[in-house]
């Protein structure tokens, strides 16, 4: 369990590879698996953040991460976009596959 902070974004940026290389298997399980990791992270670093601050020398690494996050992020998406629209074609009818 984080302690620190910065242990929030680092916690947050593992669950985000995890779920990039899961989707790079094309593991859709694992990806909205590790995306609630991320959420659930996400709202305790929201809760933390209101009572603690990161220090200088964490502000650096912080961005670092960010950036890190938001790459895999959009690799993630690049790579499920596809399965998500087929989903969507197969649930609303549209599909050329019928589910029976």
Not at 58 to 84: C, F, G, H, V, Y
Request: hydrophobic residues 35%; proline residues 3%.
């Amino acid at each position: 369990m984080p302690q620190m902070l910065i242990d929030y974004y680092k916690a947050i940026e593992d669950s985000s590879a995890k779920m990039l290389e899961a989707a790079r298997v094309k593991d859709l399980e694992s990806v909205m698996r590790y995306e609630g990791v991320c959420a659930v992270l996400i709202e305790q670093l929201r809760y933390r953040s209101r009572e603690e601050e990161l220090r200088p020398e964490e502000r650096s690494e912080k961005a670092r991460i960010m950036q890190r996050i938001l790459r895999n992020d959009a690799e993630i998406r690049n790579l499920t976009e596809p399965w998500l629209t087929h989903l969507e074609e197969v649930m609303d009818g549209s599909g050329k596959r019928v589910l029976h």
